[in-house]
């Protein structure tokens, strides 16, 4: 999947639940594309002191425009209500007809994170019941065996793109320059080198995830 620069300028949203989380399982899709208006959202640590203005940092380099939530994020994962989750995106997304948008699986991308889950679940809810508006939209396809390896592409994703290598050491820059991650932390070995995703179109909603 690489969508050249000379189509017309496509409105494009990310939803994701930390600031991190766009660069880790999206970047490269972000940086491919710079003609697109990307919009990125993450629904937790608006008020982190470290992390928020990471996430700014991360904007310009990925040419986005973003605003953070500050959901709960504690330790314990409390479950948090679907009617929380929605306000908070509606209060942090422009109200746009989008051409695309890209958001957590509910099965999450590794095990296990339960704020990836949710916003995946509930931004799904969203779109098939035409409360957010965008002709495609994408849901990170990885998996990491249970925890028994790093996480990587679905083999049944149904788009996958190889970054360029200049794309994926940007993207890694971002992980590790800019975020601050260690080299040999979980996020820097992580960085996914192919990005994978299911794509759902004209809400004609196949349940590929469940
Ligand atoms: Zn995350």
């Not at 940086?31 to 982190?48: E, H, S, V, Y």
Request: hydrophobic share 35%.
């Amino acid at each position: 999947m690489y969508i050249r620069k000379q189509q017309i300028i496509n409105n494009a949203a990310v939803i994701v639940a930390h600031p991190d989380d766009e660069t880790l399982w999206t970047g490269g899709t972000i940086l491919m594309n710079p003609a697109f208006k990307w919009q990125i959202i993450t629904l937790c640590r608006g008020n982190d002191p470290d992390r928020a203005p990471k996430f700014n940092a991360a904007l310009k380099v990925l040419h986005a425009e973003g605003e953070m939530g500050d959901l709960d994020d504690g330790p314990e994962q409390k479950p948090l209500k679907p009617q929380v989750i929605k306000k908070t995106i509606f209060s942090l997304l422009p109200p746009l007809e989008y051409d695309i948008i890209i958001t957590h699986n509910p099965e999450g991308e590794y095990t296990r994170h339960r704020r990836h889950e949710e916003i995946g679940r509930e931004v799904l809810s969203l779109w098939k019941k035409r409360k957010l508006f965008a002709r495609e939209l994408w849901l990170f396809a990885y998996e990491d065996g249970g925890g028994e390896y790093l996480p990587r592409p679905r083999p049944d994703a149904d788009l996958e793109t190889k970054l360029p290598k200049n794309i994926w050491q940007e993207k890694l820059r971002i992980i590790t320059g800019i975020y601050d991650f260690h080299s040999q932390s979980f996020e820097a070995r992580t960085t996914p080198a192919t990005e994978a995703f299911y794509r759902f179109t004209d809400h004609e909603i196949i349940e590929k995830t469940n």
